[in-house]
């Protein structure tokens, strides 16, 4: 059975979001690519309204790409809610951000955060990285995101 590769991309720079999806699907065009734009529309993406029941585990992506910097809710309580919630938590999370804080690696990895990543400055390196993500994440890495959906079936 065909499932998509599906991405959960939380990025809230246009210029950003638009060059990790080329980047991605020029690895790979059948990722499937969801696009929140801050941490609450990245939380109803996944859940109910009290952010503790999934809303429909088909929609469930196989890798989250986080930014830190979000409006409405930071990028460290959207990890934290999905790293705290058993049907989430399980999903690999990389955390791509402008970040140069010490800090912000340390709770990310706190929180649950399956790699930490700083956004390169250079346009080619950027595409790189972001390329090399999904290939990683959705093709060598095996996740337990297809065993999840199939067990809350």
Known sequence: M?????????????????LTIRALKKHDPSFKIDVARDGVEALDYLFEKDSQNIKDVSILPKLIIL???LPKMGGI???RRIKTNPATAMIPVVVLTSSNENEDILKSYGFGANSFIRKPVDYLKFLEVAGNIGLYWLAVNESPVEILKSIQR
């Not at 065909?2 to 638009?18: C, G, S």
């Open 77 to 79: 309580e959207v990890l």
């Open 2 to 18: 065909f499932t998509p590769k599906n991405i959960l991309l939380v990025e809230d720079n246009m210029d950003d979001e638009l």
């Open 67 to 69: 930014d830190l910097q």
